[in-house]
Each structure stands twice: as structure tokens, then as C-alpha cells.
T-cell receptor, first 110, second 118 residues
Framework: GQSLEQPSEVTAVEGAIVQINCTYQ??????LSWYQQHDGGAPTFLSY????GLEETGRFSSFLSRSDSYGYLLLQELQMKDSASYFC???????????FGKGTRLHILP | GAVVSQHPSWVICKSGTSVKIECRSL??????MFWYRQFPKQSLMLMAT?????????EQGVEKDKFLINHASLTLSTLTVTSAHPEDSSFYIC??????????????FGQGTRLTVV
């Protein structure tokens, strides 16, 4: 089976930095992805880590440690529009399925 | 990036009727598409994997006779919710990966379909 753990909610201040952690347990792990979802919308892809280390895309960065089964999403210079749910997801080798965590609701205060 | 179009974006139907949801890859060919269901404030739960030209594979606990999946071409997969009940009301989302793409590529999601059964 598989499981992903991430905090249910995080609150941060506009302009600040926030880190959302994700730990996973799965068979056939291939990579860790992050998705953003605004209320009523579909998930949009943010980043993917197939190897250990940090991936940076603008204000968003994602990190993976395969030995620790751990990753995080780092959001910098927070803006009000970043208020959304963020999901970590594991990609399984073999069947290429993407399994989602329960999501972290990010609240941003002005 | 690649575009996946899902239709309709929302639908209201009566209990006992069937509803078909379409998922199209507009600018790429998708050998495999995935169907998810999301209840309010919950995660996306994988329902089934749709394979072009073959039967879909369903996740444990998903009734294959209730959720009919057809993947007739490399650009189209359909999900039909048969004999819908109010508890089937949910947000249904499809995703697709491009044919021949490497494993380290993202999955592209459709816009989702909000189904309400009354």
C-alpha cells in the first residue's frame, strides 16, 4: 500500500516564506510531485522531484530525500493568490499511477 | 504545456440516470488516462486507469459496473456514472500523460466535472 502525510493546514503572512512537508510510504516509488488546487478548480502542476535535492521554479522550490522518504514544498514571497490547497503526490513505478496526499490548506494573512 | 479538456464542467442529473464525462487530450496522444474523484475538502482519490484499446483497471473498492470507462482513441477517454445516486455527487477529474513521455514528466489534468445528483 501507500500513504502520504502532510499537515492539514498552514497559516502564513503575505510576503513570508512557508514550507509544507510531506512524508510518504509506498512501494515502487518513482518521484514526488506537488500540485496546487484553488477552490472549485482542478489541480495544477507545480514541481516534480525524481532525484534527491532541490528543484527551483520561480518562487516555488521543492526538495526530496529518498532515503528519508521525505520532501517539502517551499513557497517564497507569499502572495494572497497563493491561498490554496497543496498536494504532494507520489508517482509509482511500474504502473505510473499518481497517488495524492490529503492536501495542505494554506491560509495567507495580509 | 499540454492541454486536457474535460466536458462537461458541471452537470446536474436525477437519481437513477446515467451521466457521461469526456476527457480529451487536445495536443498530444495519451495512451493512459487516470480518473479521480474528489469529495469536498478531501484529497483526489484514484478511481481507475484507462488504457487505450483495452479494459480499464479499477482501484480497490471502485465498482467497475457503476463507473464505466471507455478509452476508444489516443485522445479520448469517457467515464459514465450509471444509475447515479446522490452519494455519487462529487468532483471528477481526469489526467493524462503524453504517449512516449519519460517517467519524469508531469501529468496534465482536465478542468474537472462537478456532478450533482438530485
Amino acid at each position: 500500500g501507500q500513504s502520504l502525510e502532510q499537515p492539514s493546514e498552514v497559516t502564513a503572512v503575505e510576503g513570508a516564506i512557508v514550507q509544507i512537508n510531506c512524508t510518504y510510504q509506498t512501494s515502487g516509488f518513482y518521484g514526488l510531485s506537488w500540485y496546487q488546487q484553488h477552490d472549485g478548480g482542478a489541480p495544477t502542476f507545480l514541481s516534480y522531484n525524481g532525484l534527491d535535492g532541490l528543484e527551483e521554479t520561480g518562487r516555488f522550490s521543492s526538495f526530496l530525500s529518498r532515503s528519508d522518504s521525505y520532501g517539502y514544498l517551499l513557497l517564497q514571497e507569499l502572495q494572497m493568490k497563493d491561498s490554496a490547497s497543496y498536494f504532494c503526490a507520489v508517482k509509482r513505478g511500474g504502473d505510473d499511477k499518481i497517488i495524492f496526499g490529503k492536501g495542505t490548506r494554506l491560509h495567507i494573512l495580509p | 504545456g499540454a492541454v486536457v479538456s474535460q466536458h462537461p464542467s458541471w452537470v446536474i442529473c436525477k437519481s437513477g440516470t446515467s451521466v457521461k464525462i469526456e476527457c480529451r487530450s487536445l495536443d498530444f496522444q495519451a495512451t493512459t488516462m487516470f480518473w479521480y474523484r474528489q469529495f469536498p475538502k478531501q484529497s483526489l482519490m484514484l478511481m481507475a486507469t484507462s488504457n487505450e484499446g483495452s479494459k480499464a483497471t479499477y482501484e480497490q473498492g471502485v465498482e467497475k459496473d457503476k463507473f464505466l470507462i471507455n478509452h476508444a482513441s489516443l485522445t479520448l477517454s469517457t467515464l459514465t456514472v450509471t444509475s447515479a445516486h446522490p452519494e455519487d455527487s462529487s468532483f471528477y477529474i481526469c489526467s493524462a500523460r503524453a504517449q512516449g513521455s519519460g517517467r519524469n514528466t508531469e501529468a496534465f489534468f482536465g478542468q474537472g466535472t462537478r456532478l450533482t445528483v438530485v
